[in-house]
């Protein structure tokens, strides 16, 4: 599997060739935008950040999952210009990149658990992260409008 850094520098050209009008189609109420599904990858590394960091500094600890929605929705991501969060999602997972690779073998070992879910390893977290990113990378090209 590619890291975070492969996977942002992949997908960033395909993504930028994609209309403002394009990015912006909803294909139902309930059902994310390429707009919307860039604005939470943007929410998912703002929150991964800090279990990262976190959990990197100290084992064992219990965080908080978050409501996507809400995130989605209070970051009017809708509205916002494509090119901009584009920028801002690029920025921002290269970041993140910066953080998880630094990451040592002994802060990748620690567990945290994540809204009461099952302990998990930071390690896992990291890897689960990109798969995340993945997942939602592929749901852009069926949610752009004609």
């Known amino acids: 599997m590619p890291g975070l850094r492969e996977t942002v520098l992949e997908h960033l050209p395909r993504l930028q060739a994609i209309s403002e009008a394009r990015a912006g189609h909803q294909p139902a109420p309930e059902v994310w935008s390429a ?3 860039i604005g939470h990858l943007i929410d998912s590394g703002v929150n991964n ?3 990262f960091v976190r959990a990197g500094a100290e084992d064992g600890l ?6 996507q929605d809400l995130w989605v929705a209070a970051g009017a991501y809708q509205e916002r210009s494509w090119a901009g969060l584009l920028a801002l999602w690029e920025a921002y997972q290269l970041q993140l990149a910066q953080v998880m690779e630094r990451l040592s073998p002994q802060q990748r070992s ?9 302990p998990v ?6 890897e689960d992260y990109v798969r995340h990113q993945l997942h939602h990378l592929a749901q852009i090209p069926e949610r752009v409008g004609p």
Not at 62 to 67: A, I, K, M
Not at 110 to 118: A, C, I, N, P, Y
Not at 121 to 126: D, G, K, S
Request: net charge neutral; glycine share 14%; aromatic share 8%.
């Open 49 to 51: 950040h800090a279990r």
């Open 121 to 126: 390893t930071v390690q896992f977290l990291a």
């Open 35 to 37: 707009k919307q599904i």
């Open 110 to 118: 620690h567990t945290l658990t994540v809204g009461g879910g099952e």
């Open 62 to 67: 219990s965080l908080p999952g978050y409501d």
